[in-house]
């Protein structure tokens, strides 16, 4: 061993001691006939002092250090005059008697410090550099905390975790797979999964009653902020559960996350939304509940006085940002420009300030008379000071979905999305299909294997849109982190859904043969869910992206920059693969 | 939830209880007017009972359930009294008053007993059915306990789990990688990963200190019985350690493994073997030493007396069975076509039995006076009643491998295999190179970033061959559990090892360019290990194959033939991908 201590443990009660540290040269300055160098590790940072005066030649040696040399000293401990309070090994230094350079460095391309001067680019070509700052690794040290919390969590729930392959077969529903060419099997392919969701329900078929898996998922996607081609799941599956059962199963699992990781004892139960009230108070199946702003529709309100926009209208609604009404022109107007962006696509924006004496000030004070703006204020309960703002459509869902994007940014503004603040809910009653416009037909909105509710299951007949399935999703700030359902153990019933979705008989054997012949043997009832680690680990480490929680990400083209994948093949290994590169102009 | 009990947890103190219990049926049996059927689920077997004089329509359902049917009954706990002393809960049994078809099943088409009628085939192509056997159920719930204990341990020797990517790229240098075409990236492909021995090396130079992770690795080479072409590697990095510090944490992690999961404490630190004595005394890096039979030469011993085949060895070595010469002339003809079979490859087999009497009886009695055969005896410290089995060869080490292969035959054959003794040893002081005669060049054992012994650094200019390497091996019943190395940190030997390997300094820089630069920036002293986890898990479980601690194995062509894959893809998917199939006939 290099080292007896690491360079984040000294503290005052080890003064005299004599100890060795190996790490990384932090910075290095000169005061007087002083040396001063901060040596870093992965455990800490500790001051080493040279004194020209004792040993001239140890701290020539000193003063030639660069930064981010690798260096093994070994001195003596001592109480600090100067004492740091921001730093654990604050109280002591180091003075060296010994200096072995281990490895010299190069200067690096970018400050190693919380705040680096490198940019997005560069920080993920040198990526083993970015990952030297405080700020990056401390997101991955965390992320191995919360694995770690996980497992234990779910092993003691009587969980198995179990392995499933990552050369699967390729299904050409939905995203799309990444493949692998067989050598072995000329002209045939394996793919890499997008979930384990079969193998978790042929599990379920075998008798395994719990299963989990913290498991490498993959999808050929063009590729969001947010998204990356590998990310990594919590996929998990229970047998003779309903969703009730799994609900609370993962409920817990979210707490005892908050406990361990983030000292937060959540003691209620969390909220539960349907699909239909998360849509209509809040326009999105993801609302943030950090803060209030509930949609109110103003249909019977604001309809029939004369403003052709309103009168129009199929859907009016608007939120009341409390305390907002000191919002400038200019402010609003930037308001006005930002729902009216092409990703959004508003007509327009109507605002109302609630002012001292409680008389409405609106943008539309021409058509509506007082006592109308009265109505409307007492609608939202909005009070003095507060800012009440308006969208309206000729399609109800779209117009939600913007008000929706509105009172994000207005949270925003008002700083009302605090990282250290965590509201949790479960979104539940979605509905089991979806439809295309598009293409005329149905689609599943979990999954062709998730369950309606027993209830609905007569309306496939009459009204499948109505259907509401036994699928749940986890929503915490805004942000979905996980989701799952109850999946269909009856055959007949599975057939159902098949032919609602449009398959043929010949189709369905095609793509789900395999499952639905493991089914024949004695499927139990069965349900799961799956949650993204990596975006658990982003909410838990307050970041906007799930970038900085990933050791080595993929950029929005998929390449790592590092190592400078994907890259052309050697002609000889593509004629072992039997294949041909064919690109079109 | 459907049950309020599991199958395996009722006792004799439940008596009375009213419990619901869901699972499947494994078995049942009509005797008189009552109904006797087994209930079973992951976590054991229930008895469950009906009557027909008290309920004959319940009764009546009974008998019709069929083999794995899945069911879901109410009863209540009732004293056996015809206990079953195999069973956990073979005290209790079940009267049932209410039964509830969960699903039916067809016939599978083997018995779910752990003595099952299903043949290889049948059981990989069925092997959901497959993992409902106890056998192979507890196989994966070993898995899970050793995967999760190992975790605990690394964890608390401040090791970080960190994921690296799955999407990487091809070294063409080594076995076989599977690639993985981009869509995005026309005519671009990334290679899955044979081990993340890049990355960890990376995670060292970004100062993790201590990196380890469970996961997936990919080598498309053509199996063997014990090769799967994916597999599960436990890998570690640590830095500013030495050999010492590598061997000491993960001997630590083994004995925790063998505490915490087969309860045998092992207090003495492991033998340590060079990779020499391993060749000299066992024709081995990977030792079976639960039992002796250690070589011993005996050119000095039988040379010069007449017999040709030995006169002309460069060879001539043996082995004592102790007790074995009883072996009949059939048994000894046996083991001589075993040594001659093609893959062993020896010319013959030279015996001696050691009589009551103390006399040598030899197949060479001619060439031999009992006086030197005496001196071949005390060569081994044979006793009355042992056999001396030897072997001649004009190349040393490959007479050495026949013999060890000998050894390992006639071990089984005496029953020394035993599955539940475990020797542990570290093989060490492996080459640094290893000479190819095809190629006329020496290739890296280990591999090209592996470190010489320091004190064998002088040799890499005059001595190549002789060098040493930092490198170990741990090997537990002649199965190499696990290996690795210290690294090469200064980039000045680093250039000299490629330069030994026969790397341009452009190679050099094409395959490992972004590794060498990584270091550039200040790369500690680091060293690691990877343990096979199916290998750990098979010989704790006393499997001869990795087979059967993996869900879902694919068979010796690569195949996964339950779900059939790799598979065709469709020529939609092959255009996006800017591919053609091109197959040689």
Not at 66 to 84: A, F, H, L, M, P
Not at 96 to 110: H, I, Q, R, T
Request: with cysteine.
């Amino acid at each position: 061993m290099y080292r007896t201590r690491t360079c984040g443990d000294l503290r005052l009660a080890d003064e005299g001691l004599v100890v060795t540290l190996a790490g990384w040269v932090q910075r290095s300055r000169k005061m007087g006939g002083m040396t001063f160098v901060d040596i870093r590790d992965r455990y800490g940072i500790t001051q080493l002092v040279f004194n020209q005066e004792i040993d001239a030649p140890l701290c020539e040696q000193a003063n030639k250090l660069g930064r981010e040399y690798v260096i093994q000293v070994t001195g003596t401990v001592r109480e600090r005059s100067n004492k740091n309070p921001h730093l654990p090994t604050g109280d002591v230094e180091l003075i060296v008697s010994k200096l072995n350079v281990l490895n010299k460095a190069e200067v690096p391309p970018f400050t190693i410090e919380d705040d680096t001067d490198g940019g997005d680019d560069l920080r993920m070509k040198f990526r083993y550099l970015d990952l030297r700052r405080n700020a990056v690794r401390k997101n991955l040290e965390l992320r191995h905390r919360m694995a770690f919390e996980v497992r234990s969590y779910l092993d003691k729930e009587g969980f198995l975790e179990v392995e499933t392959p990552v050369l699967i077969k390729s299904t050409p529903e939905g995203a799309r797979d990444f493949v692998v060419p067989s050598r072995m099997n000329p002209g045939q392919f394996y793919a890499l999964p997008q979930s384990p969701q079969t193998f978790k329900q042929l599990l379920m078929v075998s008798g395994f009653d719990r299963y989990f898996q913290i498991v490498k998922c993959f999808r050929d996607e063009d590729l969001r902020a947010d998204r990356q081609p590998e990310f990594t799941q919590i996929d998990c599956e229970m047998s003779f559960v309903e969703q009730e059962d799994v609900i609370t199963t993962f409920e817990g699992m979210a707490k005892h996350l908050f406990k361990t990781i983030r000292g937060i004892e959540m003691k209620k139960p969390f909220l539960r939304m349907t699909w239909q009230d998360a849509m209509k108070y809040y326009g999105s199946d993801k609302p943030d509940l950090r803060f209030d702003m509930k949609f109110v529709e103003l249909m019977d309100v604001l309809k029939g006085y004369g403003f052709s926009v309103f009168d129009n209208a199929v859907y009016i609604g608007g939120i009341c940002a409390k305390g907002a009404a000191t919002y400038t022109r200019k402010q609003l107007d930037q308001l006005t420009e930002f729902v009216k962006r092409p990703q959004i696509g508003a007509k327009g924006l109507v605002y109302a300030r609630i002012e001292a004496d409680g008389n409405v000030k609106s943008s539309v004070d021409k058509f509506y008379s007082q006592e109308v703006l009265q109505k409307m204020k007492d609608a939202f309960a909005a009070e003095p000071g507060d800012l009440i703002l308006i969208l309206s459509g000729d399609d109800a869902m779209k117009t939600r979905k913007q008000l929706c994007e509105l009172r994000l940014e207005v949270a925003e503004q008002l700083g009302l999305r605090d990282k250290d603040k965590f509201a949790c809910l479960w979104i539940v009653d979605f509905p089991l299909f979806e439809w295309s416009e598009e293409d005329q037909r149905f689609y599943a909105m979990h999954h062709p294997f998730t369950s309606p509710k027993p209830e609905d299951i007569p309306l496939l007949d009459t009204d499948p849109g109505a259907v509401r399935a036994n699928a749940y999703d986890m929503v915490i700030n805004g942000v979905e982190v996980g989701g799952g359902s109850i999946r269909i153990h009856d055959s007949q019933l599975q057939d159902k859904m098949f032919k609602l979705l449009g398959f043929t008989e010949e189709k369905a054997q095609e793509q789900f043969g395999f499952l639905m012949n493991a089914f024949k043997y004695g499927a139990p009832p069965h349900g799961g869910l799956a949650y993204g680690l990596d975006r658990w680990v982003s909410l838990f480490a307050g970041l906007d992206s799930i970038r900085d929680c990933i050791a080595f990400p993929k950029n929005n083209s998929g390449r790592d920059v590092m190592i400078d994948a994907p890259a052309a093949l050697d002609e000889s290994q593509l004629d072992e693969l039997n294949l041909k590169i064919d690109i079109k102009e």
